[in-house]
Structures are given as C-alpha cells and as structure tokens.
T-cell receptor
C-alpha cells in the first residue's frame, strides 16, 4: 500500500454514460498525476496538478475528459459520453515537487470497462 | 512516441537466478525510475536514479544508468517466485510527466 487510494477499483458502464473516478494522494504530496494504461502497455500520461492548478494536459485528454483538484487534496477524473476505447486502467500517482526529483507513487488504479 | 523501451519483452528464469532488464530512452532526463506491476494491480515504486548517478542499490536490486548511451539496467539478484511481475522504466524527459515503456514481463519459476 503506497498511501495513494483510488475509488472505485472497478467500474463497468455502458457506452455513452458518464463516469467519475476519485484519487486521494499521500497527504503531504503537492503533485497529483493521472495516467491511463491499456492491456500490455505501459502507463500513458494524461494530466497533472501542482496543488490545485492543472499544469499540464496530454493531447490524449480529449474534450470528453476533465480533471479537477479543487482544494489541492483529492482529485476527480470525469469521462463524459464514454466510448469503448476508453476501457483501460486509470492510475493516479502523487509526489512532492523538490528540485529535480520527480518521484511518483501510484495508487491501485480504477479499471474501467465500457460495454 | 515511447521514451523508455524495455528489453527483453519477456524473461523466464529459475528461482535463485539473477534477472537483468534493460531500458533505453531518447531524450535528456533528470532522473529515471523503475516500477514493478503485478498483474492487474497498480505500480510499485522500486528505485529512482538521478542523472548524475551511475549506480544505485536497494536490497536485491541494482540499477545502473549510462546517460551517454541513454540506457539503464535493473538487476534483481537471487530471484524469488514473488518477483514475478512486469517491470517498467520511466523517464521524466526533464519535465514532470513520466514516460513509460511497454515493460518486461519477468517470470520466476519455483
């Protein structure tokens, strides 16, 4: 257990529905990251926050995806109008920005299946 | 495009043997990290090596980094069945996002 928690752990939804995932980072970490991982591949970066500011978004993050970190603590990732191609493991990571250190600790992930 | 590329894609060894996995990357980095992932689970952070370091040890793990060749290796000594997992290297490309390769699937046979 890294101290990063994600809920739910599994989500099955029908195409076209909206889904929301939550990530609770390690409390003293000021950075929070979202990644997506499909079967047999490594994780791919989606977006990250430093405190409550969203500092970077990947072009993988289409208009149907939105992430928030309103109080600089937990974060939510929402996918609107889900598509079958959204089926993946969504991973959250947290870290503390210090110099050039970019150590990131991952949660257990939320596995999304879109039918 | 993928930054980190692990080699081999799959490795099968007997318990007690050493396992070596390699990673190559394309751009300059501040640091490189190795992670382990058991099937269907999240990633476990193993070790971070900074760009000005050449070697780092943690228990049965030994990581080397050659920035001139843009490559790193992860050595697991005296492997155990519990080491069976996928191993990923991740580079930061000088920024905040991590870029992962496709991983090496290690199987340690009892």
């Amino acid at each position: 257990d890294t101290g990063v928690s994600q809920n739910p752990r599994h989500k099955i939804t029908k195409r076209g529905q909206n889904v929301t995932f939550r990530c609770d980072p390690i409390s003293e970490h000021n950075r929070l990251y979202w990644y997506r991982q499909t079967l047999g591949q490594g994780p791919e970066f989606l977006t990250y926050f430093q405190n409550e500011a969203q500092l970077e978004k990947s072009r993988l993050l289409s208009d149907r995806f939105s992430a928030e970190r309103p109080k600089g603590s937990f974060s939510t990732l929402e996918i609107q109008r889900t598509e079958q191609g959204d089926s993946a493991m969504y991973l959250c990571a947290s870290g503390y920005a210090s110099g050039n250190s970019n150590e990131q600790f991952f949660g257990p992930g939320t596995r999304l299946t879109v039918l | 495009s993928q930054q980190g590329e692990e080699d081999p894609q799959a490795l099968s060894i007997q318990e007690g043997e050493n396992a070596t996995m390699n990673c190559s990357y394309k751009t300059s980095i501040n640091n490189l990290q190795w992670y382990r992932q058991n099937s269907g689970r999240g990633l476990v952070h193993l070790i971070l090596i900074r760009s000005n370091e050449r070697e780092k040890h943690s228990g049965r793990l030994r990581v080397t980094l050659d920035t001139s060749k843009k490559s790193s290796s992860l050595l697991i000594t005296a492997s155990r069945a519990a080491d069976t997992a996928s191993y990923f290297c991740a580079t930061d490309g000088g920024g905040s996002r991590l870029t992962f390769g496709e991983g090496t699937q290690l199987t340690v046979n009892p």
